[in-house]
């Protein structure tokens, strides 16, 4: 056997540092900011928008299978109650990051957080 190999080289640590700087990165992009709200779409349209800021308030969505209750408010969202019977968008619980989502397919619903931001300033496209 030739010399021994060394566990840690001078070059992983710029790669250490180049995953820690896109970490760090990720999660300062997907943050909510003053002025966040939810977009609520029921099937092909939108229902409505609603304010992250202040207290958190319960609001009943009309959808196709009966009534999906949603609370809003406190920086997030959340499915609180649906006539679905898996109940998956309530065990979602709460979303607290831009482009964040609640899924129900039963009941055709869907909530998306929106950053308060300026769009003239967010990115075009992410990609994973």
Known sequence: MTGSRAFFRPLDAVVLCAIAAASAWGLLAFRITPGARAIVFVGDNKYGWYSLDGPRHS????????????????????????????????????????????VCLPARLLIVIESGEDPAGAPDAITY
């Open 59 to 102: 609001v009943p969505i009309p959808t196709r299978i009966g009534p999906v209750n949603a609370e809003f408010g406190e920086g997030s969202a959340r499915v609180t109650a649906s006539p679905c019977r898996n109940q998956i968008c309530v065990r979602t619980g709460k979303i607290a990051h831009s482009h964040a989502e609640v």
